[in-house]
């Protein structure tokens, strides 16, 4: 990563987005929250969509945390509803459109018709590279971090790697995201200003970008300006905005 890149820089090549806001959405207009969520998943459709046409190669979309399991039972089981319908309905038109699906989350304890969606989706759609949509579902960051902990721990303890050796490279290779570069952008709907245990690893040096649109209607317009906040940051990295004169530093 180079210090000191400039505002009016280019498109973030990977976004990713807090999708938050479906229930008071629905709740402004007296609808059910499941209403809500409906809609957010239409935004999410659009929200593919205008990011394949701004040249964003990669989105990653939080559809569903580990702390969602809190949820009445029937809200939780409306949003596995959804999540399947998306797959089931949508899979072969993103195929089509050349988008390769990821999905980033604890595995193990998903229901096994769930999972079997899944790995087809991402099976499916592997070889595809106009861009890549990552689904973050029963995702929690901190699980992801403790799920690669405990496989360095597992392998250190077996001998196949050495515990000294461990450094960010090699616990980064052991997340969800192994395969995918950093976000360079984070957006979150409705207002809020948290990250919710969000890509804690991956979006340390990310831009934030906090929105009072609600995610429904969370429009290509949305996007644009979103876009265009990011566009008027300068990004650092840790370094200095103007490369340092080492010379007249010295002198
Ligand atoms: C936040 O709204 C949104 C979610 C918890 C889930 C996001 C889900 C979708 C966009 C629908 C598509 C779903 C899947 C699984 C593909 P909220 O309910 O927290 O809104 P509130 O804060 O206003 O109550």
Redesign the pocket.
């Known amino acids: 990563m180079s210090a000191g890149q400039r505002a009016g820089q280019a498109n973030p090549g990977h976004v990713a987005i807090i ?6 959405w629905a709740q402004m207009r007296g609808l059910p ?1 499941q209403e ?2 409906r809609r ?2 239409e ?2 459709r659009g929200a593919v969509r205008n990011a394949g046409e701004l040249g964003v190669k990669i989105l990653t979309l939080y ?2 945390s580990t702390e ?1 399991w809190r949820r009445p039972a029937t809200e939780v089981s409306f ?1 596995l509803g ?2 399947k319908r ?1 797959v089931e309905k949508d899979l072969g038109q993103l195929h089509a459109a050349g988008v390769r699906v990821r999905v980033i989350g604890g595995r193990d304890d998903l229901a096994a018709d769930i999972r079997r969606l899944v790995e087809h989706a991402e099976t499916v759609t592997r070889d595809n590279t106009r861009m890549t949509l990552v689904v973050a ?1 029963n995702y929690g960051s901190r699980d992801e971090i403790v799920r690669a902990a405990r496989q360095l721990a597992t392998d250190a303890a077996a001998g196949r790697i050495d515990a000294a050796a461990i450094d960010e490279a090699m616990l980064a290779s052991r997340l969800d995201t192994a395969d995918l570069p950093d976000p360079e952008l984070v957006i979150r709907t ?1 207002g809020e200003t948290r990250i919710s245990n969000f890509l804690l690893w991956q979006a340390a040096y990310a831009e934030f970008v906090f929105t009072p649109v609600l ?1 429904p209607d969370f429009d290509r317009a949305a996007f644009e300006e979103a876009l265009a906040e990011y566009g008027r940051r300068e990004r650092r990295f840790g370094g200095l905005s103007e490369p340092v004169d080492r010379a007249a530093g010295a002198a």
């Open positions: 999708m938050d806001g479906n229930g008071r929250r809500g969520h957010g998943l935004a999410l559809s569903f969602n949003l959804l999540l998306f579902f409705s995610w």
